[in-house]
């Protein structure tokens, strides 16, 4: 898996996953996490992605050094305005999505392992995320099996989500 430094001309393909991941979870009935509406028809989405992309530390996956994008993770040096912050440093994933052509291939695994290599290497020990916690619970297990351990509940309006952490 080659991961690279990303930029703002990655938003389109941040954005084009996303909606596919709409999609794929919609096609399923799991529409409490992002609705039926894919992000790059929603304005305020669009602005919302191009504002992470372009302000934090953004990576690319392409599996076998294909040029194909399959997955992007975006790192922010703290929380989402909805987070209170920590008094200590920290990296926060601001954003983990994977194309669905690629599911089941290790790729955001892949991203959250350079999310701790690249919090290591700035001299911070702390890598904290939220996600959605409804349905089925499926992402929350994940975060956890990839080392994370869940903080505490927080609802955004009617969103629920899960803060977790990860000591690197």
């Not at 389109?12 to 794929?24: E, F, N, Q, T």
């Not at 999310?115 to 916690?133: H, I, M, P, S």
Request: hydrophobic share 40%; net charge negative; glycine share 12%.
């Amino acid at each position: 898996m080659r991961i690279r430094r990303g930029g703002p001309d990655d938003v389109p393909v941040a954005l084009a996953m996303l909606d596919s991941s709409v999609a794929w979870l919609a096609e399923r009935g799991r529409t409490g996490q992002w609705g039926t509406e894919p992000w790059s028809a929603r304005p305020s989405a669009v602005r919302r992605v191009t504002e992470m992309v372009t302000e934090g530390e953004t990576w690319v996956a392409e599996p076998d050094g294909s040029g194909t994008p399959a997955g992007t993770l975006v790192l922010g040096c703290g929380p989402h305005h909805y987070i209170d912050p920590v008094d200590e440093p920290e990296r926060y994933v601001w954003l983990l999505v994977t194309d669905r052509a690629f599911a089941g291939r290790g790729v955001g695994a892949a991203l959250l392992d350079h999310a701790v290599a690249e919090t290591r290497r700035a001299g911070v020990g702390l890598l904290r995320v939220d996600c959605y916690a409804g349905d089925d619970g499926r992402l929350l297990a994940y975060y956890r099996s990839q080392g994370f351990t869940p903080l505490g509940p927080f609802t955004v309006r009617e969103w629920p989500g899960m803060l977790l952490a990860r000591r690197v």
